[in-house]
């Protein structure tokens, strides 16, 4: 904190300073895989046969995120360390944002879950 007021307050501005971030969880989707994308951060997700929940979001490996497993992130982290100016990072980048903003909103989720209540009823 500084002058009663935490320094990264803003927290959307602060991540989308990075040019890279990883969200990962074993068995569940974080709030990190939305949080990160929509900052416009290359999102390093992990997705295994235990967690395959970025791909119900309609995450795509190197489209619009890295998947990353304990198998392969060693190899993909090296990728993009050994390369952090290739333009392809940047438009996986924005793929990320665009749709998490299009897609994985507030507005969305209520249109989903009103559908899911009249198909109930």
Avoid at 72 to 87: I, Q, R, V
Wanted: overall charge negative; glycine content about 4%.
């Amino acid at each position: 904190m500084s002058q009663n007021s935490y320094i990264h307050e803003d927290y959307p501005s602060y991540v989308s300073g990075y040019k890279s971030a990883i969200a990962a969880s074993t068995y569940y989707a974080v709030i990190k895989y939305l949080e990160l994308t929509a900052a416009g951060c290359l999102t390093f997700m992990e997705v295994s046969e235990k967690n395959y929940d970025a791909k119900i979001l309609g995450f795509e490996d190197y489209k619009n995120a890295i998947f990353i497993n304990e198998k392969n992130y060693k190899e993909k982290f090296n990728e993009f360390l050994h390369n952090k100016d290739n333009p392809e990072w940047k438009k996986i980048a924005n793929a990320g944002r665009t749709h998490t903003l299009a897609n994985l909103n507030n507005d969305k989720m209520v249109e989903s879950l009103i559908e899911l209540i009249e198909e109930i009823i």
